[in-house]
């Protein structure tokens, strides 16, 4: 049984990929839609290479015994294009409530690493992409300048990093603060020192179908969620009543809503407890996990 992720969009590997699947029972997992992400966001606009790469992604779909989407907005797209609903399964992304919980101790332990008193903090935690726009938080933190017990702490690693390193730089923000990648097993303690965290995607119509799993982690360790991705994931925050909406890309609301809810403390904890009951009841990794075994069972059996 081979259980794979999203299709490679290099082209080398496509005739052993398909021979393989050609004798081997698959149950195949899409996480994002490739290579229709990649050339939304202008990383693929080769001709021959996105026909190749799409040649490749429909004959994993064919031959796959099962389709995992993590979203219902991947699954829609899919039977659109003609796909046997039958066979596609939605099992969402998730958190593992065990792992992800509040830490008092990994609280006091960050905010002490980074010299944070009674600071309003605000968390981004995942890859520096192209997807994610993360020039949005730098505009905001420079909206926010003035603002002494506001800050920024983003965490991660990935292609823009310089980029965004460089134009906070050049903006000489005191605001905001860029930390290498840490192990996931130490993220909750992030969040659990965070007053809030943010979630951002670009303003893209493909995106109003992602479903960030970072959205549940936040959650899991009663941390409220500034979502600035319209589509599914804004319908389950408004459900869960786990945080607030922010318009991708608007650096402006942005600001203005961070500085609101630093003088609405008692709304963020509110979020938080919230976005924990929500997590426990439908988006715990446990029962993700059931869900999946048996699905892997039926194929096998």
């Not at 259980?3 to 899409?30: C, D, H």
């Not at 839609?33 to 939304?40: C, F, G, N, T, Y």
């Not at 995942?126 to 905001?140: K, M, P, R």
Request: overall charge neutral; some cysteine.
């Amino acid at each position: 049984l081979v259980y794979a992720s999203s299709p490679p969009l290099f082209v080398g590997g496509a005739g052993m990929l398909l021979s393989i699947l050609k004798s081997i029972p698959m149950v195949f997992e899409i996480r994002d839609l490739w290579p229709e992400s990649a050339v939304e966001l202008g990383e693929l606009n080769n001709p021959t290479a996105i026909k190749l790469s799409t040649l490749l992604e429909e004959s994993c779909y064919h031959r796959a015994r099962a389709i995992i989407t993590v979203t219902a907005g991947i699954r829609r797209k899919l039977i659109d294009r003609g796909f046997n609903a039958e066979k596609i399964h939605l099992i969402p992304n998730g958190a593992n409530t065990s792992l992800f919980t509040y830490r008092d101790s990994g609280r006091r332990d960050v905010r002490k690493q980074f010299a944070l008193n009674s600071e309003f903090l605000i968390l981004y935690a995942g890859i520096f992409g192209i997807a994610q726009g993360l020039e949005t938080l730098v505009e905001a933190a420079w909206r926010l300048r003035s603002e002494e017990n506001i800050k920024f702490l983003l965490v991660g690693e990935g292609p823009t990093k310089s980029e965004i390193t460089d134009l906070a730089h050049q903006y000489h923000l005191s605001n905001i603060i860029l930390h290498p990648q840490v192990p996931r097993s130490d993220i909750p303690d992030f969040f659990s020192a965070a007053d809030i965290s943010i979630i951002p995607l670009r303003k893209i119509e493909l995106f109003k179908g992602a479903l960030p799993s970072k959205m549940f982690d936040s959650w899991s360790c009663e941390c409220p969620v500034l979502l600035c991705v319209d589509g599914e994931a804004r319908e389950i925050l408004e459900s869960a009543n786990g945080g607030i909406y922010i318009p991708p890309e608007d650096a402006e609301i942005l600001a203005a809503v961070v500085t609101k809810l630093y003088h609405d403390p008692s709304r963020l904890s509110e979020f938080g407890m919230n976005g924990r009951r929500f997590t426990e009841r439908y988006y715990s990794r446990e029962a993700l996990a059931k869900k999946l075994t048996r699905l892997l069972q039926s194929v096998i059996n």
